[in-house]
């Protein structure tokens, strides 16, 4: 298996534009999870998705972000609009099934919006 | 290009020592402990694990040490490599919270010296 595959691997846009940042699970993975990575904040967790449901959003920023889980083998995280602060690196992770496993990580998305 | 921190606490030791990094978690109700290993550029990948449990386990020139009495997770490193210089996170899973991801500790940065 390829690992989960996150695109593009960077980035760069303006200001109040439209972000999206897409994931590829590792097959047959069913929790898939979005983290933020900043100097400041470290790795905080977004969102992460069991069986292609929401479980829990509580760490997205604020209405500004969004994330979707249409099948199995696909996730995006939209930022719209984006903003300075939205600078970062993204990363994807998808685990199999049971309570208590790693999460395998992506590459990530390193963003920076100018 | 660098994905972590650059105020991160720093741990330089000479090719062929063994290294000690530290972390001490919050949740007394974590039952579930990872180490990752983050070069730069890349996503965080898996180096070993440790359930609630256990007090100790052991891997390829690594061990994992649990004390739950005063929440303080160690990762040592045997005969340390060049190869092992990256940022090292420790991350948790609350068990009390049905939250299953990750919560990831604020990372130190492992420097070998030639």
């Known amino acids: 298996d390829a690992g989960v595959i996150q695109s593009p691997r960077h980035e760069v846009t303006e200001m109040g534009q439209e972000v999206t940042l897409r994931c590829k699970p590792i097959?047959?993975?069913?929790?898939l999870f979005w983290y933020r990575q900043t100097m400041m904040r470290g790795l905080e967790l977004l969102i992460y998705f069991n069986n292609n449901v929401p479980i829990d959003d509580s760490g997205m920023p604020e209405d500004r972000f969004s994330a979707k889980m249409p099948n199995a083998s696909f996730s995006t995280l939209k930022i719209q609009p984006s903003e300075p602060r939205d600078s970062a690196v993204y990363f994807c992770?998808?685990?199999?099934?049971?309570?208590?496993?790693?999460?395998?990580f992506g590459q990530g998305t390193r963003l920076t919006v100018v | 290009g660098e994905s972590v921190g650059l105020h991160l606490p720093t741990l330089s030791v000479q090719e062929g020592d063994n290294s000690i990094i530290n972390c001490a978690y919050s949740?007394?109700?974590?039952?579930?402990f990872i180490w990752y290993k983050q070069e730069s550029g890349k996503g965080p990948q898996f180096i070993i694990d440790i359930r609630s449990n256990m007090d100790k386990r052991q891997g390829q020139r690594v061990t994992v040490l649990l004390n739950k009495t005063v929440k303080h997770l160690s990762l040592q490193i045997a005969a340390t490599q060049p190869g092992d210089s990256a940022v090292y996170f420790c991350a948790e899973i609350p068990m009390d919270t049905g939250r299953r991801a990750l919560t990831f500790g604020s990372g130190t940065r492992l420097q070998v010296q030639p």
């Open positions: 992770a998808s685990s199999p099934t049971g309570r208590n496993t790693e999460a395998f």
């Open positions: 949740n007394s109700a974590s039952d579930y």
């Open positions: 097959s047959g993975h069913n929790s």
